[in-house]
């Protein structure tokens, strides 16, 4: 299927060490990361890929979401994701 | 001889639609009930939003300087002077921001779309074959005194019948699932309230 936008939640409390497992598990999954936050991750996903994700014991909860265009910093938003999403894309000119 | 429409009326057509139509109308209900439950994660999430960045520009005039480090100077010995400038920044107050004010929406999902479909293949065949043989030998001796004959005769009666019937019959389901844009009754209403004038109250829903 597609790739899609997905919050994948903490289960428990935030640490660093629990946040870089889960951010490891969505790219070894071919994800992207979008942005990190003390209570989950947002995540570009393939749909196929969200079970495998939604495995690791950490993850509370994996949920596709979409950026509203009215949103209040739906902007600067969506500037964070293109930056963030940049430094993981592997762009080969042949 | 097959009868293909005792064969299609065999086919429980109304279960299947019913079992389907229940499976996705339980599905339904756990989408839902998921999107809702990410209604809530995103309505607790908060992040650190920085509403503005000032960037203040001022005048910086520096004098440039000429060979081995040496002020450079105009024909009136006065030193060339180029209009810099200074950049001063100043990061406005953070403050806590919803995923869900900041524009990130549960997505919610429905079901479109949805076939059933139903082969079936029935092969009838028959075969019959029948052989006869029939056989008459006749015999016959005289002599002097006697004569004396004998007739025998045989009939030989085959018959085979074959007949063989088959019915092959596969079903499949499909159905489409697309996000759709949250329900309105599903969503948090945003009142934003200007303190300098409360009279004033827009309200906003995603």
Known sequence: ?94 | MPNVGAELASVPFGKMIYDMASAIARSQVALDKSSIALVKVLASTTFDYVPDVVETLTPLPRPVKGVNGAPLLDSNDDPVVVTGVQVSTTVGDSFPLTLLQAGVNPSFYQFTNSTIEVKMSITSTQESSNTLDVGVSVTASADFLFASGSVSSHVNFTSSNKYSYSVTGSSSMSTTLVPVPPPKNMMPRFFLVNAMDPTKISISQS
Not at chain 1, 5 to 31: C, D, L, P, T, W
Not at chain 1, 57 to 72: A, F, I, K, S
Request: aromatic share 6%; charged share 20%; glycine share 10%.
């Open chain 1, 1 to 94: 299927m597609a790739m899609q936008m997905y919050i994948v939640a903490f289960k428990g409390q935030f640490s660093q060490e629990v946040s870089r497992g889960i951010q490891h598990r969505i790219r070894q999954n071919g994800g992207y990361i979008l942005m990190v936050m003390k209570t989950g991750v947002i995540a570009a996903l393939d749909d196929s890929r969200v079970p495998q994700v939604e495995s690791h014991p950490d993850v509370g909860l994996v949920g596709g979401v979409t950026l509203n265009p009215r949103g209040y910093a739906a902007d600067r938003l969506q500037k964070v994701f293109a930056e963030n999403l940049s430094k993981q894309l592997d762009v080969r000119i042949e």
